[in-house]
């Protein structure tokens, strides 16, 4: 069961979040990067050993994912918008290349795996990576929240 002060936090955190949603692009990106970063820590229970040897591998994960998202995009995010114009061969080429960064993005994923395995235990990665969805869900259902107008 969870105490007041938890209660307490996660309520500010998600009253923050709704402010934040509603401010677009920019610094609200990073504001919801620091929320995130509070969120995880609290859902995990870092103790400031296991956070300051998690943080970095975390960083620097979450940077190479963000690379690797700008590079999808930009390889195929028009491509995909008008495929009555692409010619069989110009979709295989593509095809590939897609399969291609797929490959990549397996390879980081465990690479990451692996580096988080130094610092952390199996069941906090297994915590991590359920943090990491409740936060995303309940991002979304702000944005929902927000755009339908309640």
């Not at 991002?139 to 339908?148: A, C, D, P, T, W």
Request: hydrophobic content about 40%; glycine content about 6%.
């Amino acid at each position: 069961m969870m105490n007041l002060n938890k209660i307490a936090v996660l309520l500010a955190l998600w009253c923050t979040v709704l402010s934040i949603s509603a401010q677009g692009p920019g610094p609200g990106r990073e504001r919801i990067k620091t929320l995130k970063v509070a969120y995880l820590t609290e859902q995990l229970s870092l103790s400031s050993k296991e956070a300051q040897n998690f943080w970095p591998v975390y960083n620097a994960h979450e940077e190479k994912m963000d690379e690797f998202r700008i590079q999808e995009r930009r390889q195929f995010g028009g491509h995909f918008a008008d495929l009555s114009a692409i010619t069989d061969d110009e979709a295989e080429k593509l095809l590939s290349k897609f399969i291609d960064l797929q490959v990549k993005k397996r390879e980081m994923e465990s690479e990451y795996l692996t580096n988080l395995k130094g610092v952390l235990s199996a069941k906090k990665i297994i915590k991590l990576f359920k943090a990491e969805d409740g936060f995303k869900k309940k991002l979304l259902q702000q944005y929902r929240r927000r755009r339908n107008g309640q």
